[in-house]
């Protein structure tokens, strides 16, 4: 991936943007450096203007004394911004979502996994009426030679292709490739070297990594044409479980909503409606049984939401489970990768294969995962938020209705609290870490490119950031300790507890690193899908998906499926 020269700020265009938002004159702080870039000096008047928008103040002769100061500083930035930095560049700073002095509570890992038993259906004349079965049943289909790779992975490019001109969650396929895969599959099988239940299954990849020989475009309009010679690491581990890739498949605009440069992704269930984002095209493309699996990313709600929306089952492991490298950066210490299925199992079948640290992304940590079908309920300790559940909001009965089914399989559900820490001010340091990725397309203007232009889009957003004080950004990360810590006491009660989707888990949990199950739990007068949240101790998917499994077992909410 090539970066383009960063230019210096325009200072007429720079002043007339802050008059447009209501700022007038007011010299915000990084303005400094851009009237030193066109010659004008730093003097004690204008950090005078600056500091009102900065919040500190001073006196005379502080800012006669800082004058020198600023200018050094300003030679630093400017040789910075220099540099070419591309996407792929992290910090050096690693993200531990282990509080300093907190000893691990990590679950047995079993010396040997189990799924669960499974009856795959009869296949039929019309393979598509297979399309919405979940991986556990395909994978049956396929291990037993009932019906071939080829026969799958030639349906689901049929399915995607019929149904994109309406839900548009289709940014490039990659038939040649996929096709090679699925002869592979079909002729490894009949020789009897079956790899595991990802083996011959089509899936679909958010189209923020990497894939060698195809467009990562990000989903934005100035990286539409952007070629990655490599693949991500999670794209290699799931073609060494013998996955077949079929399609590289939408997200919102460098991972925000639903709108791409192509258009908007729609939800299966209701498609005059978005697919939430930002994993919009691998929720709609799942729903709508065009792929197998698909995997899609969260740095605070993007697998969350889109799961919800379009009625899938979507895990979003701990921080540090799944390494990033070949993905997109929005935030070094915020990005998570997981699978957005139709079942509980699919989604640990996807995370054995995909997890383990890879030697590149330095987050990623080796804690085992194996997937065992047989680990006792009784043996986990849930809980639910009390307070949340007790307020009102739209979707509270479905949620109480969860509850209940839980309760009527036995399960002990213990109160807790989600600690009240100050999220909204952390997610700072969202902000400024996208910002910081997306540096040269703020420099040189090219977010003019994006698609969405709104106060609250992108490229609003990462030139407000660039206005984060350093210190502040650090206090956030700081603040944030001290919310890993609370909840690290929280965790020492339950294994998993149940939370609504949209309550402050959501947050507070993409910041703390901790691990969500979303699964679907009723629908609406108007047929679409609403959901609950597991939400998991660290590095406890397996206890989280049991209870989830547990759960989809006692209901048939994800077996149900939109009539396109």
Same mark, same amino acid.
């Given at each position: 991936?090539?970066?383009?020269?960063?230019?210096?700020?325009?200072?007429?265009?720079?002043?007339?943007? *802050?008059?447009?938002?209501?700022?007038?004159?007011?010299?915000?702080?990084?303005?400094?450096?851009?009237?030193?870039?066109?010659?004008?000096?730093?003097?004690?008047?204008?950090?005078?203007?600056?500091?009102?928008?900065?919040?500190?103040?001073?006196?005379?002769?502080?800012?006669?004394?800082?004058?020198?100061?600023?200018?050094?500083?300003?030679?630093?930035?400017?040789?910075?911004?220099?540099?070419?930095?591309?996407?792929?560049?992290?910090?050096?700073?690693?993200?531990?979502?282990?509080?300093?002095?907190?000893?691990?509570?990590?679950?047995?890992?079993?010396?040997?996994?189990?799924?669960?038993?499974?009856?795959?259906?009869?296949?039929?004349?019309?393979?598509?009426?297979?399309?919405?079965?979940?991986?556990?049943?395909?994978?049956?289909?396929?291990?037993?030679?009932?019906?071939?790779?080829?026969?799958?992975?030639?349906?689901?490019?049929?399915?995607?292709?019929?149904?994109?001109?309406?839900?548009?969650?289709?940014?490039?396929?990659?038939?040649?490739?996929?096709?090679?895969?699925?002869?592979?599959?079909?002729?490894?099988?009949?020789?009897?070297?079956?790899?595991?239940?990802?083996?011959?299954?089509?899936?679909?990849?958010?189209?923020?990594?990497?894939?060698?020989?195809?467009?990562?475009?990000?989903?934005?309009?100035?990286?539409?044409?952007?070629?990655?010679?490599?693949?991500?690491?999670?794209?290699?581990?799931?073609?060494?479980?013998?996955?077949?890739?079929?399609?590289?498949?939408?997200?919102?605009?460098?991972?925000?909503?639903?709108?791409?440069?192509?258009?908007?992704?729609?939800?299966?269930?209701?498609?005059?409606?978005?697919?939430?984002?930002?994993?919009?095209?691998?929720?709609?493309?799942?729903?709508?049984?065009?792929?197998? *699996?698909?995997?899609?990313?969260?740095?605070?709600?993007?697998?969350?939401?889109?799961?919800?929306?379009?009625?899938?089952?979507?895990?979003?492991?701990?921080?540090?489970?799944?390494?990033?490298?070949?993905?997109?950066?929005?935030?070094?210490?915020?990005?998570?990768?997981?699978?957005?299925?139709?079942?509980?199992?699919?989604?640990?079948?996807?995370?054995?294969?995909?997890?383990?640290?890879?030697?590149?992304?330095?987050?990623?940590?080796?804690?085992?995962?194996?997937?065992?079908?047989?680990?006792?309920?009784?043996?986990?300790?849930?809980?639910?938020?009390?307070?949340?559940?007790?307020?009102?909001?739209?979707?509270?009965? *479905?949620?109480?209705?969860?509850?209940?089914?839980?309760?009527?399989?036995?399960?002990?559900?213990?109160?807790?609290?989600?600690?009240?820490?100050?999220?909204?001010?952390?997610?700072?340091?969202?902000?400024?870490?996208?910002?910081?990725?997306?540096?040269?397309?703020?420099?040189?203007?090219?977010?003019?490119?994006?698609?969405?232009?709104?106060?609250?889009?992108?490229?609003?957003?990462?030139?407000?950031?660039?206005?984060?004080?350093?210190?502040?950004?650090?206090?956030?990360?700081?603040?944030?300790?001290?919310?890993?810590?609370?909840?690290?006491?929280?965790?020492?009660?339950?294994?998993?507890?149940?939370?609504?989707?949209?309550?402050?888990?959501?947050?507070?949990?993409?910041?703390?690193?901790?691990?969500?199950?979303?699964?679907?739990?009723? *629908?609406?007068?108007?047929?679409?899908?609403?959901?609950?949240?597991?939400?998991?101790?660290?590095?406890?998917?397996?206890?989280?998906?049991?209870?989830?499994?547990?759960?989809?077992?006692?209901?048939?909410?994800?077996?149900?499926?939109?009539?396109?």
């Amino acid at each position: 991936m090539s970066t383009a020269p960063s230019p210096r700020y325009d200072r007429r265009s720079f002043m007339g943007y *802050f008059a447009s938002i209501g700022l007038g004159s007011t010299l915000l702080p990084g303005v400094l450096w851009a009237r030193a870039a066109n010659g004008e000096e730093i003097t004690p008047e204008s950090i005078a203007s600056a500091e009102e928008i900065a919040g500190v103040q001073f006196d005379e002769d502080e800012r006669k004394q800082m004058v020198r100061a600023l200018q050094r500083q300003e030679q630093q930035i400017e040789q910075l911004h220099a540099i070419t930095l591309p996407n792929s560049v992290p910090p050096a700073i690693i993200f531990d979502p282990v509080p300093p002095g907190t000893t691990l509570d990590l679950p047995k890992t079993p010396s040997h996994g189990a799924r669960a038993p499974v009856r795959p259906p009869a296949v039929s004349a019309n393979l598509e009426d297979l399309a919405f079965l979940p991986v556990t049943a395909l994978s049956e289909l396929v291990r037993t030679r009932k019906v071939t790779s080829v026969q799958l992975t030639r349906m689901y490019l049929e399915r995607l292709r019929r149904y994109d001109p309406t839900l548009h969650f289709v940014v490039n396929y990659t038939e040649e490739r996929a096709m090679k895969q699925a002869r592979a599959a079909d002729e490894e099988i009949a020789r009897g070297k079956y790899r595991g239940p990802l083996h011959g299954i089509p899936w679909g990849a958010k189209d923020l990594f990497a894939v060698a020989g195809t467009p990562t475009t990000w989903g934005a309009a100035p990286y539409k044409d952007q070629m990655i010679d490599s693949d991500a690491t999670i794209v290699q581990r799931l073609d060494a479980a013998g996955a077949v890739l079929v399609a590289k498949l939408t997200l919102g605009a460098l991972a925000m909503g639903d709108q791409w440069f192509g258009g908007q992704t729609r939800n299966p269930w209701k498609p005059e409606q978005g697919s939430s984002g930002s994993s919009a095209g691998p929720g709609s493309a799942t729903a709508a049984g065009c792929v197998g *699996f698909a995997v899609g990313t969260e740095t605070l709600g993007s697998i969350s939401s889109p799961s919800t929306r379009n009625g899938v089952t979507g895990l979003r492991p701990t921080f540090g489970r799944v390494p990033r490298t070949g993905a997109m950066a929005l935030s070094w210490t915020m990005d998570k990768i997981g699978p957005m299925c139709r079942a509980v199992e699919d989604c640990a079948f996807v995370l054995e294969a995909m997890h383990g640290a890879d030697g590149m992304d330095l987050s990623a940590k080796d804690i085992p995962f194996v997937w065992d079908a047989r680990t006792p309920l009784k043996s986990i300790r849930v809980g639910y938020a009390k307070a949340d559940f007790e307020r009102d909001y739209p979707t509270k009965a *479905f949620d109480q209705a969860t509850l209940d089914k839980l309760r009527s399989l036995g399960v002990n559900l213990l109160p807790v609290d989600v600690p009240d820490q100050p999220y909204n001010a952390m997610r700072l340091i969202l902000n400024a870490e996208a910002a910081a990725a997306f540096d040269d397309l703020t420099r040189s203007g090219r977010d003019k490119e994006m698609t969405q232009q709104g106060d609250n889009a992108w490229p609003n957003t990462f030139r407000t950031a660039r206005f984060i004080p350093a210190a502040d950004y650090v206090n956030a990360n700081r603040a944030r300790v001290q919310a890993m810590r609370a909840w690290a006491e929280l965790m020492k009660t339950v294994d998993i507890f149940v939370a609504p989707t949209f309550s402050s888990q959501l947050t507070a949990t993409n910041l703390t690193g901790h691990p969500a199950l979303i699964l679907p739990n009723g *629908f609406r007068d108007d047929g679409t899908p609403v959901s609950i949240t597991f939400v998991g101790g660290l590095y406890k998917e397996l206890p989280l998906l049991v209870v989830g499994r547990a759960y989809q077992e006692a209901t048939d909410f994800h077996l149900k499926h939109p009539t396109l």
